[in-house]
């Protein structure tokens, strides 16, 4: 019966591959850049001086839907993981490629979104309620785009036959950044489009 080769580990103290462990240390870091953009939208919701506001302008039956795309998404990469770590490469690719479609579609959405908000004059300069939703949506949107790159090149390294079993984790890896990308925009649409809905009319007034 034949074994799998595996690449050699290199455990920290705490057990945990050194690559794996300076990945949570930099999700951990990235935590921080979006607790303090999400602590400034908080911070200014509501004390925009000209609309429009949150209320008049966001759409959560499209943004919803943009929001399952990108669920869906990483249940997709759970499939890819599962699969690579089998080694069963084809499965695999057609998964992983199936995330990166997912999450281009997701950014499609986010484009789209952007366009209709500039169009009804909703700009990062408008107001305080454009600036820190632009920002904010805005990184992470560039966080997707990364995501999707990556995903990308797991899936044409694999056409290649270079990401074989010794490769598992960065493909793990890749799923860190992927779910967290993930849990991000529930809570910016949690923060974002839920809130400013419920609160109505009277922001901003």
């Known amino acids: 019966m034949s074994q799998v080769a595996h690449a050699p580990e290199h455990p ?12 949570w240390v930099f999700l951990a870091s990235d ?12 911070i200014y919701f509501g004390r925009s001086v000209v609309g429009p506001y949150p209320h008049d302008i966001l759409d959560i039956p499209v943004t919803s839907v943009s ?7 990483s249940f997709m990469f ?11 490469y084809k499965a695999f690719r057609v998964w992983v490629f199936c995330t990166a479609v997912l999450g281009s579609t997701f950014l499609g959405f986010q484009v789209f979104e952007f366009q209709h908000f500039v169009h009804e004059g909703l700009t990062p300069r408008t107001n305080l309620f454009g600036t820190t939703f632009f920002t904010l949506t805005g990184f992470h949107g560039a966080h997707v785009t990364i995501g999707v790159v990556w995903l990308l090149t797991l899936f044409f390294l694999s056409l290649r ?3 074989g079993a010794d490769k598992n984790l960065a493909v793990d ?3 860190l950044y992927w779910h967290f990308v993930d849990i991000v925009w529930i809570v910016i649409f949690t ?5 400013g809905v419920a609160l109505g009319p009277g922001v901003g007034k």
């Not at 920290?12 to 990945?23: A, E, F, Q, S, Y």
């Not at 929001?67 to 998404?73: A, G, I, K, W």
């Not at 923060?191 to 809130?195: N, Q």
């Open 12 to 23: 920290t103290v705490t057990g945990i591959d050194n690559r794996k462990l300076l990945m």
């Open 31 to 42: 935590c921080l850049f979006f607790g303090s953009l999400i602590a400034t939208y908080l």
């Open 67 to 73: 929001t399952f795309v990108l669920l869906l998404s």
């Open 78 to 88: 759970v499939l890819s993981l599962a699969a690579h770590t089998r080694g069963d």
């Open 161 to 163: 036959g270079k990401l």
């Open 173 to 175: 890896l890749a799923g």
């Open 191 to 195: 923060v974002i489009y839920l809130t």
